[in-house]
């Protein structure tokens, strides 16, 4: 299944992509079992720690093979935003020390981010989603604040907020570029 999608071969950065997303229901099981057996918490932080390293591994790869694909422009970031949005809801419902009002800005700036994506392709309007510095230091500080959480460090108020600070920006970046894009679209279809 990972070699090939619609008759194209996966470059190694997508696969390393695609393993981040297999990883997430590993990490979700681990989570719920060690509910009843805490030694597996352990494990899922080893797990969720190798997912980020795959996010950092699946980048570096592309670059030095040059090996930027259009499946990896999907893949990647639909991989993190699966991983962040599944383990934020998870360790909320399963009564891990995470801030409700965390879990409800990452997971409506993400809702949000989608429903703009969805308005953009039923207006026809193309738009390359390139990660900014904004969305990758939010990526990063989310990542942060789950390990944080998993680790079980007591005071955790600073990086959860510092979480909800970039993710606040980034998603306000993202709405605005969107917006713009529309703006133009509107613009040159009077014309």
């Given at each position: 299944m990972l070699k090939q999608i619609n008759g194209k071969k996966m470059s190694f950065?997508?696969?390393?992509?695609?393993?981040?997303?297999?990883?997430?229901?590993?990490?979700?099981?681990l989570l719920i079992y060690a509910q009843a057996k805490p030694y597996l918490r352990s494990v899922a932080v080893g797990v969720f720690i190798l997912a980020i390293l795959s996010d950092f591994f699946d980048g570096l790869v592309a670059r030095i093979k040059q090996e930027k694909s259009e499946l990896g422009q999907i893949i990647d970031p639909l991989a993190d935003k699966l991983l962040m949005l599944s383990a934020f809801i998870s360790l909320y419902l399963l009564g891990y020390k995470i801030y409700l009002w965390?879990?409800?800005v990452v997971v409506s700036r993400d809702l949000i981010i989608l429903f703009g994506v969805v308005i953009l392709h039923f207006l026809k309007i193309e738009i390359v989603i390139a990660p900014s510095i904004w969305g990758k230091l939010t990526t990063f500080f989310q990542m942060f604040t789950i390990l944080w959480v998993l680790i079980g460090v007591p005071?955790?108020?600073?990086?959860?907020?510092?979480?909800v600070v970039f993710t606040l920006i980034s998603g306000s970046d993202?709405?605005?570029r969107?917006?713009?894009?529309?703006?133009?679209?509107?613009?040159?279809?009077?014309?």
């Open positions: 950065a997508d696969k390393i992509s695609s393993v981040r997303i297999i990883l997430i229901p590993v990490f979700i099981s965390v879990v409800l005071y955790h108020f600073f990086i959860c907020f510092l979480a993202y709405f605005f969107g917006a713009k894009e529309i703006n133009a679209k509107i613009s040159t279809s009077d014309s």
